[in-house]
């Protein structure tokens, strides 16, 4: 958002910018960002800026079409928000995938970690905020042994 939209009476939620959740089979999507250079090569939640007019559930549902070429549903806040500065706040959704398999369009690569894995990756230092509720909602969801 500009700093006239702002000035003009936008509401904080144009600020915000949105990560998603994506789990399945007990296990957490992760995505390899390439750029800018500082953060080439660490591990983040997916996800984007909201647009001027747009909801937190709309950006990050297009933010994700964009990224890996799926569809999807936006679910309940996980995590607290990190605050970034200049009245910007990062706030991560749970988010189910209604059609398409995740692709890297945006990313160097993708991985599905689970509750072991997690702490193994070098996440952006703005997400690593959430590892600690990431991993309750994966140690919940983890699956049983097979018997």
Request: charge should be negative.
């Amino acid at each position: 958002m500009s700093d006239e939209a702002a000035r003009a009476g936008g509401a904080a939620d144009e600020y915000e910018i949105v990560a998603g959740a994506i789990f399945r089979d007990g296990r957490l999507l992760l995505a390899q960002r390439i750029r800018p250079p500082e953060l080439a090569g660490m591990w983040e939640l997916p996800g984007g800026k909201v647009e001027a007019f747009e909801t937190p559930q709309h950006a990050l549902e297009r933010e994700l079409a964009e990224e890996l070429g799926v569809v999807v549903r936006c679910g309940r806040r996980i995590g607290v928000d990190v605050a970034l500065g200049r009245g910007r706040v990062l706030r991560a959704y749970r988010v189910d995938i209604l059609a398409g398999e995740p692709a890297a369009l945006d990313h160097a690569q993708l991985a599905w970690v689970d509750a072991d894995d997690l702490e193994k990756f070098d996440m952006v230092v703005n997400d690593q905020a959430w590892i600690p509720d990431l991993l309750t909602e994966l140690r919940r969801l983890r699956l049983p042994e097979p018997s």
